[in-house]
């Protein structure tokens, strides 16, 4: 935890003797106020999330109200449906992720390491695939996936979000990056590409396979559009799209509000304060963004 | 006897089989069209399709409750004299245009400053990141509640200050501005740790000699760090140029569906997605679709030769 990218000050400027004195206490100064003026947000939320709720929308503001509660909390795991969300977000952003890395990671397989008919032109189809804005595309998707009985299906959750080009580059380098030697061997004792691919290229790969799965699965976790678009049954809602319903159906109900937001904050808090190092360095060495 | 007499003849071609197997790399063989697949079976079916597909169905009037007949071009001429559609077009580049900025400057010099420091670096980088791992309707419920009038923490602060109460989502000029300030504290963290990657890639010995020769810090900054962090700089404006046009979910959540006080927030994927998923005029949706998917593009090929210009290795969107 302590020590993520960078802890040994990288590219830290070294300060000549005697020089610099009074910079760095200006820097914490400055530092400080903007780290809290972040987590500010953060905090407000949980505070209200712990007051009841009449004492919510009063001016001017307190930070903590008469009691500490856990009553908005009890209220919104009673009447909303956030244990469904769990789930399916669970279960879509799980197969999406593993169906992420299985699939580019063939492919990536067949790039780096086999010669084939059209390789070029599926390498050029990959790169094309990096700019297609998905976003612009969300309304002939839908009728696509309407028309094959897809819509309001986990499928049609799952399916369109396993095209990601970006990830098949992140293998094809991690593979590139591997010794050719190491096949050889195996080669001459009549291995199956199948077999050179899953028991000697991927387990080389696992910081590959990480980084990808992570931003994978932030990703899917996260990903509101096109789940929004594709399901209209309350039933199948994951986190974000099921969050995007509260502000409406809640009111001015700002301690369940704020109760149900930070439940749905909490898996990837969690997570992200378990695998900061891993998030990180993932963030640094491939660019994905979320 | 007679058994093994008679596997002999077959014994042979099995072994001319293996023979030619081993001399036939396998690297070289359809196998990889087998590998290649399973990716490539989604990949034209959910990126490269639905661009096909938008081309067509905006040439009809398709509607996606039934009836679909051809119109030629009439899609786009409606859309070219459509002033919601071109206003749309103006929010989105505007939301960029204000989005861009700050989001590539300031956290640029929030991540030279925390490479300044010795003490509390993970506690920095913990603040300043923690929210971009957020769903988004997590950070607009949050800040819809920090924007509310009244009872709400800023406004609160605001009038506690002696200052005037500001109408944060409500009104026309400042609506959109909150947009951006929820976007600025959302992915700020995203954009701070590319930075700090690029900065952890200069090498220490380069400060130490010019420390030595008696650099101050001012001219390390100037002469060391910034232009060998160029490429990052215009890494991180690419990226975040690309993300700001596919603004679409805190805006909308923001203004709960709405078009924003007086329109004035409607960004282009929200204006689309109303055409076909509330007036099911899928042909027109598709035609704006089609019109905007090739505005990105463009927009990225050009960003991507700047990328090249700059000499930066990394190509990514998204």
């Not at chain 2, 030619?20 to 063989?29: I, L």
Request: charge should be positive; proline fraction near 6%.
């Amino acid at each position: 935890m302590s020590t993520i990218i960078g802890s040994e000050a990288p590219g830290g400027l070294v300060e000549g003797p005697g020089r610099g004195g009074w910079a760095r206490p200006v820097i914490y100064a400055v530092l400080v106020t903007l780290a809290l003026i972040w987590i500010v947000p953060i905090l407000w939320a949980i505070a209200t999330s712990l007051k009841p709720d009449a004492e919510t929308t009063v001016a001017p503001v307190k930070w903590f109200g008469s009691k500490v509660t856990l009553e908005a909390y009890r209220a919104a795991l009673d009447q909303g449906n956030i244990l469904k969300w769990y789930f399916n977000s669970l279960i879509t952003t799980t197969v999406i992720t593993a169906g992420t890395i299985l699939t580019t990671s063939m492919a990536a397989f067949a790039f780096s390491r086999m010669r084939f008919r059209g390789r070029d032109a599926l390498m050029w189809m990959v790169l094309a695939g990096l700019i297609v804005p998905f976003q612009a595309l969300i309304v002939p998707l839908f009728a696509e996936m309407d028309s094959f009985g897809l819509a309001d299906t986990y499928w049609g959750i799952i399916l369109p979000q396993l095209a990601a080009p970006i990830a098949v580059l992140v293998f094809k380098r991690g593979f590139d990056a591997l010794p050719r030697e190491l096949e050889e061997s195996a080669l001459v004792d009549g291995a199956s590409m199948w077999h050179i691919y899953w028991h000697i290229w991927m387990p080389l790969s696992r910081a590959t396979i990480a980084a990808v799965g992570i931003f994978t699965f932030v990703h899917a976790w996260n990903n509101f559009l096109w789940p929004f678009v594709v399901t209209s049954a309350g039933s199948l809602f994951t986190i974000p799209v099921g969050l995007a319903t509260v502000q409406t159906s809640y009111g001015a109900l700002y301690a369940q509000q704020m109760a149900i937001a930070i439940l749905g904050a909490l898996p990837l808090l969690i997570a992200f304060l378990l695998f900061q190092r891993q998030i990180v360095q993932g963030i640094a060495n491939t660019g994905l963004k979320g | 006897m007679t058994s093994a007499t008679q596997s002999l003849p077959r014994a042979r071609p099995k072994e001319e089989r293996t023979a030619r197997r081993r001399s036939r790399d396998p690297r070289s063989s359809p196998i990889a069209l087998v590998f290649t697949a399973p990716f490539f079976i989604v990949f034209v079916l959910f990126l490269f399709w639905p661009v096909i597909s938008a081309l067509r169905t905006s040439l009809f009037d398709e509607s996606l409750v039934g009836g679909s007949s051809w119109t030629g071009l009439s899609n786009y001429t409606e859309l070219l004299h459509d002033p919601d559609f071109w206003a749309a077009m103006w929010h989105t580049a505007f939301f960029t245009l204000l989005s861009v900025p700050p989001l590539v400057a300031l956290p640029l010099v929030l991540a030279l400053l925390v490479t300044r420091v010795r003490r509390m670096q993970w506690l920095f980088r913990l603040a300043f990141f923690a929210p971009f791992v957020l769903p988004v309707s997590v950070v607009v419920l949050i800040w819809n509640w920090l924007y509310q009038p009244g009872f709400g923490l800023i406004n609160s602060y605001l009038t506690s200050l002696g200052f005037a109460e500001v109408n944060w989502l409500g009104q026309p000029g400042v609506a959109m501005i909150s947009a951006v300030i929820v976007t600025l504290w959302w992915t700020f963290g995203f954009n701070f740790i590319l930075y700090l990657a690029g900065l952890q890639e200069i090498p220490r010995e380069l400060y130490e000699a010019a420390a030595t020769d008696g650099a101050t810090p001012g001219q390390q900054l100037r002469r060391i760090t910034l232009p060998l962090l160029s490429s990052t700089v215009v890494l991180v404006t690419v990226l975040q140029i690309i993300a700001s046009l596919k603004i679409f979910d805190q805006v909308y959540l923001l203004q709960l569906g709405g078009p924003g006080p007086e329109n004035s927030t409607r960004p282009a994927i929200q204006y689309i997605y109303e055409a076909g998923f509330t007036q099911y005029r899928i042909g027109y949706a598709s035609a704006m679709s089609f019109v905007f998917f090739l505005a990105v593009i463009a927009v990225t090929l050009i960003c991507m030769r700047l990328i090249r210009r700059a000499g930066t290795k990394t190509v990514v969107t998204e």
